[in-house]
């Protein structure tokens, strides 16, 4: 039984530590925490369902074009919304004001195009069979979804850490102006930040529609609260913080609900962040320390 759940925990997690890393990654470079990530993570889930039952896409391709459209949708925010607060040099209050009102109309236009009710994917698109491992039992899509997390996942860590786009990625991080002043194109920088880490926000909303087989247009706040929650445990802007902040809160959603009820799950997993922020309120990654302007 024990073994049963850890699988659980890290199947959940994994999903949870993906959009926590898009999320991360627009407070670690871009300096502001994009409140329209739960939007774009609901967008991304309903742009794989239109393209397999409307246009009939199997979901091999499917899933990159909807990564793909939530990706051009945080592109586009941070090109009309976050651009402008920048160039205009907005207090750091008003890119989360503004993404709010992003994130709303999202959620109303999603309402007014596939109304309210809950929808899911075609029952008969993946394989239904298990395999059983000792006393674990594994189903074909549990595990196709925690690879894919976690393919995802290590992908983005592999690009941060060895290349040069990544190298860039952190000068950035540390100072834009400095990286300005060494040559980098921070503006660029900025632009393609706001891309992958809505293209990984919408691949976390398609996993999680097939976890739960259930999308609607409010799941992204919930999800934005797991977010949020994931990164100030982790360390805000600290990748490894979020991915583990992620893992942490699936399973502690996991194992509640073994010991208690699906009722407590959300009161244990943040009542535990509360104890662990008690020790140490800066996250288990984060620093004391500010980045330069």
Do not use: C
């Amino acid at each position: 039984m024990f073994a049963q759940q850890i699988v659980n925990a890290i199947s959940l997690g994994s999903v949870y530590a993906l959009f926590a890393l898009g999320f991360t990654l627009v407070f670690g470079i871009l300096g502001v925490i994009n409140l329209s990530h739960g939007g774009i993570f609901m967008v991304g889930a309903y742009a794989a369902l239109l393209l397999l039952t409307r246009f009939e896409i199997p979901f091999w391709a499917a899933l990159p074009l909807a990564m793909l459209a939530a990706g051009l949708l945080g592109l586009a925010i941070d090109l009309l919304i976050l651009k402008q607060l920048r160039k205009r040099g907005a207090p750091h209050l008003m890119p989360m004001i503004a993404t709010i009102g992003a994130a709303i109309l999202m959620t109303s236009l999603s309402q007014g195009l596939f109304g309210s009710e809950t929808r899911r994917f075609p029952l008969d698109l993946f394989d239904q069979e298990s395999f059983s491992w000792g006393p674990v039992t594994i189903p074909v899509l549990q595990a196709g979804i925690t690879a894919l997390s976690v393919l995802l996942m290590l992908l983005m860590v592999w690009v941060l850490k060895r290349t040069r786009i990544g190298q860039a990625l952190r000068a950035v991080a540390e100072s834009p102006k400095a990286a300005s002043l060494l040559g980098i194109p921070v503006e660029r920088l900025f632009h393609l930040t706001s891309f992958v880490a809505a293209a990984l926000g919408g691949a976390a909303g398609i996993l999680i529609g097939l976890s739960f087989d259930a999308i609607s247009p409010f799941m992204g706040q919930p999800m934005l609260h797991k977010g949020i929650a994931a990164i100030i445990l982790g360390g805000l802007g600290d990748v490894r913080g979020a991915v583990l902040g992620g893992l942490f809160l699936g399973a502690a959603e996991v194992f509640a609900v073994t010991v208690l009820s699906s009722e407590y799950r959300d009161a244990l997993s943040f009542g535990l962040l509360f104890l662990v922020l008690l020790w140490r309120p800066q996250g288990l990654f984060g620093a004391s320390a500010t980045r330069s302007a």
